[in-house]
């Protein structure tokens, strides 16, 4: 039981270029979600999805897009990186959907991203 | 939507001594409130949480207390450990850990 698994877990970007990064839980989660970590910002929502089909925004979604074809995997996407999106970036899941009482967030080993 | 402060951001405490984080939250809807530790370079992970129907749960030395008139809770952790010495996370979220919003954190040092 692999639990949340990120690739990669480092990357360097130029300014302009794009990339996917990659979330798949093997735990059946309905809830999945996508946060930055900048120092002294704590964990900011970028998006998030309650299940296959279903995405919505969080705090900080501009420059990301989001798609969630399957329950396993929730990729990130970069269309056109900018130094400001230098950051950590964590994928979590939990059992989630509403009443539900499993809230646990379960997240990803992270993934450094340098944008320059 | 959901916004969650967090205080003090940094907190540095004897060996032995107790520590508390205070975080405050602004949706009433919100029904979850987790804590989150996070060591030097590692993941978050889930050291306690409190729902809304409950005002105070402990966990060994670890306590959280919930005022949800006030839309207050906190973190008391007792009888401080070097391995406690981590960036502390409060956070809200509506049932189900439906968009979980975090505080800034607090790097706590527990000195021997």
């Known amino acids: 039981n692999a639990g949340v698994t990120q690739t990669p877990k480092f990357q360097v970007l130029k300014t302009g270029q794009s990339m996917t990064l990659q979330c798949a839980q093997d735990m059946n989660h309905e809830y999945m979600s996508w946060y930055r970590q900048d120092p002294g910002m704590g964990l900011r929502l970028i998006h998030y999805?309650?299940?296959?089909?279903?995405?919505d925004q969080g705090e900080v979604p501009n420059g990301y897009n989001v798609s969630r074809s399957t329950t396993e995997d929730f990729p990130l996407r970069l269309l056109s990186a900018a130094p400001s999106q230098t950051s950590v970036y964590f994928c979590?899941?939990?059992?989630?959907?509403?009443?539900?009482?499993?809230?646990?967030?379960?997240f990803g080993s992270g993934t450094q991203l340098s944008v320059l | 939507g959901e916004n969650v402060e967090q205080h003090p951001s940094t907190l540095s405490v004897q060996e032995g001594d107790s520590a508390v984080i205070k975080c405050t939250y602004s949706?009433?809807?919100?029904?979850?409130f987790p804590w989150y530790k996070q060591e030097l370079g590692k993941r978050p992970q889930l050291i306690i949480d409190i729902r809304s129907n409950v005002g105070e749960k402990k966990d060994q030395r670890i306590a959280v207390t919930l005022n949800k008139t006030a839309k207050h809770f906190s973190l008391h952790i007792t009888e401080t450990q070097p391995e406690d010495s981590a960036v502390y996370f409060c956070?809200?979220?509506?049932?189900?850990?439906?968009?979980?919003?975090f505080g800034a954190g607090t790097r706590l040092f527990v000195k021997a």
């Open positions: 979590a899941s939990s059992g989630g959907g509403p009443g539900a009482t499993n809230e646990k967030l379960f």
């Open positions: 999805s309650v299940g296959a089909g279903i995405t």
């Open positions: 949706d009433s809807a919100s029904n979850y």
């Open positions: 956070a809200a979220s509506l049932a189900g850990g439906f968009k979980t919003i």
